[in-house]
């Protein structure tokens, strides 16, 4: 492989969208930021200069970092923020992954601006195992807020209640045509007939799960997460933030005198969503022919619309997820654990917590909303988790004694389920190098079921079960799939059930674990794993590079 050398400077550019204009904070003063391309094998140097007057740390979501947790991004775990006129090189390597991945600021709620796609091709000379696209197109979702977002994260902390929700979804920045004042910001895919188009979807939204459907065509699922998987074709897809998904687009074979609209839109089985004031839209344009090769929307032509899911429809997300299988092929294994050494049950969702004195909180009984993993909500450290465990002075900074169980007992019930206890602190999870591990991870939420894509850092895992109600220890375990389960970084617990997740604890340092709804991390739903050195050489996290940033 080769050395790809990017730079990034974080700095203000004033975007309109929806008829307002804002100061936001991007890369390069770029909205999405600038796209970060890779060979699988290659070398990775990104030079961060923050010039913004907030603190600032990048993530690289869903890239291994083998031995370069030191790069992993997210502030307070795996690094002090980069500061106001500082600089940091993230450097990585590349290694046993091909797709896309997506990178995204990893500090308070940065994100909301600040991201960007992956693409990592595979090796020279080594084809895709479907047809090669005629093109390929990253297509990523986000949320567009008129107000500040640093604001609704600190009215989320400050007054215990729910978040605003966004104004505008985006694709690639834009909200699209059926948003008031928005009709000129549309994402428009141009394409000619009979051709087929590799769509690498990226959902890069703060707080929801999305729907999405392009109309009158089917897509093709072929990776997810940077690992391909079992094509199969479906009219609409299901995307949590977090998660990537390539698809293949076939267009019609002649002109199809017409337009489509591409739509996403909620998928949330607390909040209500509509198709009209809550859908972006982007526009599948055909080229028309014998027409300049880039023509502008001929606004005679029928325009036509997908119809998405209910926006509480958990059963289509289900077959949707079940789905989902590893390619499993000679070239692309599923190295699924077999045997485990370690079995681990979390509990996961939101919880209440006493009404500081000085506080009104919106929370049930006048609570304050808290998030937790086994009851425990992380309370980040003033210095990186990563550089205590380094150096061997956790003391006073962390304690490894997170919970392997619930600190309180958990029956799911219905509606809502019971455990509402929540304590705070910062404890960690020590797993010895290359501990085969097993995690069953249940949803429990004061408020009633939720839906929670949890995201683990430095690792994917193998996605080996899941199920509704409450996870029964004796009986579900024999209907795992241990032979093509999917391979991923994110994947759902599913509203008012349990996933189970198998991963090789290979990769030593401190990986962050959280739920990528951004509200609910701020509330507290994350935890982290300390794993361990091995003892050869290529089993150790290497040293700090020399321009780590310091607290
Ligand atoms: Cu994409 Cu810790 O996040």
New binding site residues.
Partial sequence: GITRHYDFNVQMANVTRLCGTKSIVTVNGQFPGPELIAREGDRVHVRVTNHVAHNMSI?W??IRQLQTGWAD??AY?TQCPIQTGQTYVYKFTVTGQRGTL?W?A?ISWF?ATVYGAIVILPKLGVPYPFPAPHEEVPVIFGEWWAADTEDIMSKALKVGGAPNISDAYTINGLPGPLYNCSAKDTFKLKVTPGKTYLLRLINAALNDELFFSVANHTLTVVEVDAVYVKPFTVKTLVIS??MTTNVLLTTKPVYPNANFYMAAAPYSVIRPGTYDNTTVAGILEYHKPGSPSTPSLDKTLPLFKPTLPFFNDTKFVTSFTTKLLSLASKQYPAAVQQSVDRRFFFTIGLGTLPCPKNMTCQGPNGTQFAAAVNNVSLVLPSMALLQSHFTGLSRGVYASNFPAMPLSPFNYTGTPPNNTHVATGTRLLSLPYNTSVELVMQDTSVLGIESHPL?L?GYNFFVVGQGFGNYDPTNDPAKFNLVDPVERN?VGVPAGGWVAIRFLADNPGVW???C?LEVH?TWGL?MAWAVQDGTKPNEKLLPPPSDMPKC
């Fill in positions: 993530h979501h869903g991004g997210p775990v997506w995204h990893h994100r933030p977090g995201h850092h994110t962050f674990m959280h990528h991390t994350r």
